[in-house]
Structures are given as structure tokens and as C-alpha cells.
């Protein structure tokens, strides 16, 4: 059953930790997206990834960071220096970065306190 | 990504079309009409995108004006599951982003 999984699903830590988001998928996806949501507002770009090893500053990557090890995962990093951590986030993947559908993950809901 | 102008909610009933409406006006000759949807505490749902012709998909049709500045979403015979945020996209030609707006909330009466 091929998708896209998050995990945690619910997250909380305190300020001044970092904490590290999981995102895996199994459907042989070249690309890979974080995005971030706030309540009631639409997704906003943190990072994406085009191929393994191969990654690139999306439109508030400030404060965070990934790696890309391999094809079927994307962690991302929520570091301290994030203002304002808490948030939904999102992860997607797509068999290529231009003109192709996105495949989202069920989401992680971080609150940092 | 263009611009992207959609109303705030709409309601339908049940087994009954729905016309969700896009304007895009700003849109580049290159950029991808896409549509996704989202229900509270999920991830989007692709639901279909398209360049200029309409298409067609399981789930959808997607209506695209002749001169590509607005588009419409098109339901057939709305269920209660078709209840959420629909999200309509002009872009994703820079390296892939969607730029998510605020979305029309579809509300499907029984």
C-alpha cells in the first residue's frame, strides 16, 4: 500500500529544544516537500528536495534544516532558533518537481511551550 | 505563482454539481492550474491540475477558460466527503512550490 507517513502525529516540547519531524514515502518519488501551516491560513514552502542528497531553501527556511539520505525520507529539523515553532507541517512528495501532482502526509502538530 | 482569487464558501446539496470558480488572471503562459483540497487536521488531497485543456479525472473535472484567467472545479454529484477547504493554484513551475491562498470552504447539505 503505497503513501506518504509523518511521524508523531501530535508533538510538544519545550523552547529551546530542537526536534526532529519524520517523513517517509514508498512510492519511488524523486521529490520531497516540507511545508508549514498556521491555523487558518494555506501551506507556506520550508525546504525542498529534488533528488538524494540534493535539497534547497524554500520560502521560510529559517530555523530549520534537513537532510536527504536516501530517496524514501526527508526529516526535518525544527531548530531553537525557529521564533515561532508551533505550527502544522507537512509533508509531500511528487514524481518530479514541474507539472506533477503532490501526495501529502497525514501532517505532525508541533506546540513548542 | 499568479495570483489566485476564489470565494470564501460556498454551499451545495448533496448529489447535486458544484461549480467551484478560480481567477487567475496574472497567470504565465507556463504555469499549471492545480487543484487540491483539505479537511480539518489532514493533508491536502491532490485533486486535479491541468495546463490548458480541460480534464477530466475520477474524482473531478476541471473547466479551464480560453485565455487560462480563470478556471472552474467542477463536482458532478457532490457527497458529504466532498465537505473542505478547496484550494485552487496557479504555479508550481518554480521548482514545484504550491502556494496554498485561503481556499473556499464547501459546505454539502444533505
Known amino acids: 500500500d503505497g503513501g506518504i507517513t509523518q511521524s508523531p502525529k501530535y508533538l510538544f516540547r519545550k523552547e529551546g529544544q530542537n526536534v526532529t519531524l519524520s517523513c517517509e514515502q514508498n512510492?519511488?518519488?524523486?521529490?520531497m516537500y516540507w511545508y508549514r501551516q498556521d491555523p487558518g491560513q494555506g501551506l507556506r514552502l520550508i525546504y525542498y528536495?529534488?533528488?538524494?542528497?540534493?535539497?534547497q531553501k524554500g520560502d521560510i527556511a529559517e530555523g530549520y534544516s534537513v537532510s536527504r539520505e536516501k530517496k524514501e525520507s526527508f526529516p526535518l529539523t525544527v531548530t531553537s532558533a525557529q521564533k515561532n515553532p508551533t505550527a502544522f507541517y507537512l509533508c509531500?512528495?511528487?514524481?518530479?518537481?514541474?507539472?506533477?501532482?503532490?501526495?501529502f502526509g497525514p501532517g505532525t502538530r508541533l506546540t513548542v511551550t | 505563482d499568479a495570483k489566485t482569487t476564489q470565494p470564501n464558501s460556498m454551499e451545495s446539496n448533496e448529489e447535486e454539481p458544484v461549480h467551484l470558480p478560480c481567477n487567475h488572471s496574472t497567470i504565465s503562459g507556463t504555469d499549471y492550474i492545480h487543484w487540491y483540497r483539505q479537511l480539518p487536521s489532514q493533508g491536502p488531497e491532490y485533486v486535479i491540475h491541468g495546463l490548458t485543456s480541460n480534464v477530466n479525472n475520477r474524482m473531478a473535472s476541471l473547466a479551464i477558460a480560453e485565455d487560462r484567467k480563470s478556471s472552474t472545479l467542477i463536482l458532478h454529484r457532490a457527497t458529504l466527503r466532498d465537505a473542505a477547504v478547496y484550494y485552487c493554484i496557479a504555479g508550481g513551475t518554480s521548482y514545484g512550490k504550491l502556494t496554498f491562498g485561503q481556499g473556499t470552504i464547501l459546505t454539502v447539505h444533505p
Open positions: 512510492l519511488n518519488h524523486d521529490a
Open positions: 528536495s529534488q533528488i538524494v542528497n540534493d535539497f
Open positions: 509531500a512528495s511528487s514524481p518530479g518537481l514541474v507539472g506533477y501532482e503532490q501526495y
